[in-house]
């Protein structure tokens, strides 16, 4: 089994990469673990993820990363698995009212890799072995800052996460059929700038507690 850890920057993982299970990196053909960053957005993303299927095609890739979360109610530093990711910000704002690719009829609701809409993860109760809780996310080129852009994500997708390449994954998975799990700890609430209000800290050290954790359950299983 092959794994690979993606993250849009190497800090998000780096806690991961100094303490992983020595015998998980190598060339073990029942379970090796790779580590790779992907550059922020879901331009960069996309291109550094094909660059690497093109070079080899993952057992399972894994996600993480920190997100913004919509739902005040949750407190910071909570881990999820994400079960739906939609591209946001891709379409057009005609007459105060945003219009996405599906109601400009350029792309068909249920073409692949489409599902309704949306990039849910067909692979995600396979894969997810902790049982970790599952939000719908939102991935956006431009991070959400004023209550309309707030509103608008948040109720047209029911999105609980802000990501800004998680849809990358999704999209790309879901067409390549590259099974992939997206995990994701709120560092903090969307709209809120002030970065002292900010948990990033903790979001990053649950995140890779949890990483941990999953590779060890991932691993029974090869």
Known sequence: MRVI???ATHGEWMPSFQKINPKYVGNSKKFSVGFHESGIGMLASSISLM????????TLIIQVGIAGCFDKKIPLGKVFAVKDDFAGDIGVMENKIWKDLFDMKLDKPNDAPYEKKSLPNPWLNQFNLLNLPTKKSVTVNTIS???NSIQLLS?????VLESMEGASLHYMGRDLTIPFIQIRAVSNYVGERDKSKWKTQEAIYNLNETLLEFLDALYKTA
Do not use: S
């Open 145 to 147: 800052t004023d209550k």
């Open 51 to 58: 660059k690497m299927f093109t070079q080899e095609t993952p």
């Open 5 to 7: 850890i993606t993250a």
């Open 155 to 159: 109720g047209r997708y029911k999105a």
